[in-house]
């Protein structure tokens, strides 16, 4: 009965958030990821490329992953302002790359001449387009300041949806060993690492704060507004909602306790969500007559899977409220997603078409589909 009333941490206003943003960002990044291809596939000339991970870049990721971690984990210290850089250029891009749709909308909308005013970096840039940049610095730059947490989250949301759609998968037995793969990685540096390294390394490492370079240098200037300027900050590799989300909302700084969400768990699952809506697309693209009796029916591969995505992420927050402890979220959140999936294309003989997949090659430029 203990255990019970538990669970009604669930009904708390920071975790129904959190759940509710999570399923939301994967989402929008599979749907970002599959205007995106449509677009590249219109323009083939655009110098953006989308990577499509073949088997042993499946199984690199985990590995790799692994090292950065136990790097992170080591030398994290002295090398956090340099982490910190890279973040805030890396926050930009992906700001301006989920702005950017949205010049078109206002463009059609009011009616508006959009011409090109300029070039940087190989790249011909429009006046909204400038404009779209220069509130994208403009926000990272808020948030290198403050260390606010929305700004934080905003950041991490707009850096998975980027992710997802640059980084694809070609079909579900890739998907499935990269799952797989990571499913193993995330059990292990978050139930076994301690007994090997001392310490819970995954916890650890994302737990950690970055030094805040602008901090850094506003001090060694000896510049005015030094006290307002934040000395550490959450990195946005992670979504952080304060439990108590709403006197938080007003608050001033201080020792807060977060719900904490990594982008990894919201970005993997959302690369499968990607590769099924891509496939609900096609499928929906093919059938010529709607009255054909061996059009697909019943519903789609897409929302089965973000359904599931949401039940497992209930589950791993329940796990980690009924154990008191961290919980590796892709335990329950690959077999709720990938096992949908599965079944039901077993269940209407696709599995074969789904395993193997319909793009006829993985080269850097994204193949998709017609729009």
Not at 259 to 287: E, N, Q, S, T, Y
Not at 328 to 337: D, E, G, K, Q
Request: contains cysteine; glycine residues 6%.
């Amino acid at each position: 009965m203990e255990s019970f009333w538990k669970l009604t941490y669930l009904l708390e206003p920071a975790s129904l958030t959190l759940i509710a943003t999570a399923v939301f960002v994967t989402f929008a990044s599979a749907t970002r990821a599959l205007t995106h291809g449509k677009d590249m596939e219109r323009n083939r000339d655009v110098l953006e490329a989308s990577i499509t991970l073949d088997r042993s870049q499946a199984l690199m990721i985990p590995l790799a992953s692994s090292c950065s971690l136990l790097l992170m984990f080591y030398v994290f210290s002295s090398v956090s302002q340099l982490v910190t850089a890279f973040t805030a250029l890396f926050s930009v891009s992906s700001l301006y790359f989920c702005l950017s749709p949205y010049t078109a909308f206002f463009k059609t909308q009011f009616g508006l001449t959009d011409p090109f005013v300029s070039r940087c970096c190989s790249k011909a840039f429009t006046r909204m387009q400038w404009l779209v940049l220069l509130l994208s610095v403009g926000i990272v730059s808020a948030w290198l300041v403050t260390g606010n947490w929305v700004l934080n989250n905003l950041l991490g949301i707009c850096i998975c949806i980027t992710f997802v759609s640059h980084v694809r998968l070609p079909n579900i037995k890739i998907c499935t060993l990269f799952l797989i793969c990571l499913f193993v990685y995330d059990v292990f540096w978050v139930f076994f690492s301690e007994r090997f390294f001392g310490e819970n390394v995954m916890v650890s490492v994302a737990t950690q704060k970055a030094s805040n370079p602008v901090h850094t240098v506003v001090d060694k200037l000896s510049l005015p507004g030094l006290q307002l300027i934040t000395k550490k900050l959450e990195l946005p590799v992670k979504l952080i909602f304060p439990r108590n989300l709403i006197g938080d909302l007003a608050s001033e700084g201080g020792n807060r306790n977060y719900m904490m969400l990594g982008l990894g768990d919201m970005a993997v699952p959302g690369m499968l969500l990607a590769l099924i809506l891509c496939f609900d697309h096609r499928k929906d693209r093919d059938v010529l007559d709607p009255l054909d009796i061996s059009s697909p029916k019943g519903p789609k591969y897409f929302w089965n899977a973000l359904f599931g995505y949401a039940i497992g992420l209930v589950a791993a927050l329940a796990a980690g409220i009924l154990s008191l402890s961290p919980q590796p979220a892709l335990l329950y959140l690959v077999p709720s997603t990938l096992g949908p999936v599965l079944f039901l294309s077993w269940t209407r003989k696709e599995i074969a078409e789904l395993w193997e997949g319909s793009s006829p090659n993985t080269n850097d430029k994204t193949h998709l589909m017609d729009p």
